[in-house]
């Protein structure tokens, strides 16, 4: 505490020969100490106490954007987390993992470039069913230590549902129904305009996690999208500096790169830490409905790290439309009529529009 007379004065705790190199500090000291002997006379002028002095310089701040969650909202996607799976294989030296989720029964959802890379390349897909069988696994249990061997499901060597332009495949859990997780196709809820979503999966091979994010609204995409391109390209990146090491680089990107996302109406778009192995995580709005799989996101290297500009993933709605025109047998018998009363799914004709560029890295281990 400051003596009487010490009161209103500021206070140096800086060693006298550093304080040296910085003269500017003293300047500044100086104007410090005027503001708050003027404040300080004026308070003692009106009969203030002492303490009114400094609560002119409190500022009570509030956040701009509110990402508070509602503890029964956190309930119920912990609940529906148990439906997450995590998806590994082995193939001849490929390596890698993902996530997946369970849509009814023994059917679980993931991307169709997660299946491209469990095969491998160079196989065509009519030969996808085998190998999947025989070289991936799907737990649900991995959320803190690495599961044990019985706590892994099988993968039937079937593959018949799927859709490169909307980066979606079916495939089909063997063993025991009994110890399947309960299915997320009935919680399916169309896209969010704005607000809070939750992604529930395995980053980087992980345990399971969730990351709350702000979904980035259509008419703010293209904004989103250069404003994290002109960050990245501060006297950092250029076709100079950036050696073969560095191809991601975020000079690779141009004006048109988004096109395919920032206009495609069946993507929801975020900001997400959630990279590799998180592709075909379930999507979730802030009311715990089933609204996209986390597809992918278009990464750059800046300082040797790694960094996104966005990410995004495909709608729930339009995954099942998809379904529903293309696959219409297996949709009728294996899942529910989800949206009876309308007499079709919601999305059924919209135009499928492909969000694959060049510029677009899956978040997949490779």
Known sequence: MASEEGQGKTYHYFKRA????????????????????????????????????????RENFGKETKNSTLIKVHKRLGVLSDSGGFIEWANNGNDGSATCFVLRDKYVLTCHHVVGHIVGEGVEEKGWASIISHSARVTFSYEDKYPKENSWFSLAPWFEISDKHLDFAVLKLEGDRSLFPAGLVQFSYPLPFNGLIYIIGHPDGQAKSADGCTVVPVFKRKRECHCHIQRGQKGVCNNVKCGPEDRQCIHMFTQRSFQHVINNPNVVTYDTSFFFGSSGSPVFNADGQLVAMHTAGYKYKKNKQLHSIVEFGFSMVAILAAIKKNYKAWYEF????????????PGEHEDFTSAYTNDIEMETLE
Request: aromatic share 12%; glycine share 4%; charged share 25%.
């Open 334 to 345: 294996e899942l529910p009529s989800l949206w009876e009363d309308a007499g079709s799914c």
């Open 18 to 57: 550093i304080l040296a190199l910085y003269s500017d500090l003293k300047k500044q000291s100086a104007v410090i100490d005027e503001l708050f002997a003027k404040a300080f006379a004026e308070a003692l002028k009106q009969g203030k106490l002492n303490s009114a002095v400094f609560k002119l310089y």
